[in-house]
């Protein structure tokens, strides 16, 4: 069983040398070698590849509201997404495009708690979807997932082998991780690890939350920073 690193950089535009930038540092981290000698591209199904010859990191890129979400794992495919606040008619878009179960699900939680229900079920799909190399084509909304209660945040291993983690972060964003291989946790790493996630960007404040608590997910979650 191995980890999935995670970096939330923020950032206040996308950038497609940034991105490739940051994939490149996340996968030397995890091969233990130099930015210097990965060569970042993309797969057919769109999948950002990194590889320093016969060697690959899996990785993953998503964007958020002023922030950039990148995991690696040497080990095997990885998905990440991260969302912020959504629109406030989320019963209607899962009655539209999930699984019933889990729009019927959706509406039985507070008013107020379902902005936050609906983004983990969304960010869930997202991640899976990545890591299956699918995206979330051919039906991937409708792809069923676990309904965590939505005061623990935290959804169990899947049955065909994927793994699932909500990682705690900044409110009001939600985080997912997926992975196509058995993991022992997710790592998250404080943005500065990275070289390319300065303050030179018209960045956000760091959405990382600056604690050490345990996140209660499917899949054990460290915090690396203050």
Known sequence: ???????????GHRSRGRARQLLAEAGA????????????????????????????????????????AVAASPAGPVGIDVEGPTRPEVVRLADRWFDP???????DQPADARPAAFLLL????????????????????RRRVPLPPVTDGSFGALPDGLWLAHPAVTAPLVLAVAAGTPVSAV?????????GADAAHGAAP???ARSTARSRTSLPVVVRGN
């Open 101 to 107: 179960a889990e729009a019927a699900w959706l509406r």
């Open 206 to 208: 760091d959405p990382l």
């Open 1 to 11: 069983m191995d980890t999935v690193h995670v970096w939330l950089v923020p950032s």
């Open 122 to 141: 969304w960010t869930a799909k997202e991640a899976l979807g990545k890591a299956l190399g699918t995206g979330l084509r051919g039906g991937g909304l």
């Open 187 to 195: 790592l998250l790493h404080p943005a500065a690890a990275l070289v």
């Open 29 to 68: 981290r995890v091969l233990g070698t130099e930015p210097e000698r990965l060569a970042v591209g993309r797969a057919a199904s769109g999948q950002p590849t990194v590889r320093a010859g016969a060697d690959r990191a899996w990785v993953s890129l998503s964007y958020g509201p002023g922030v950039l």
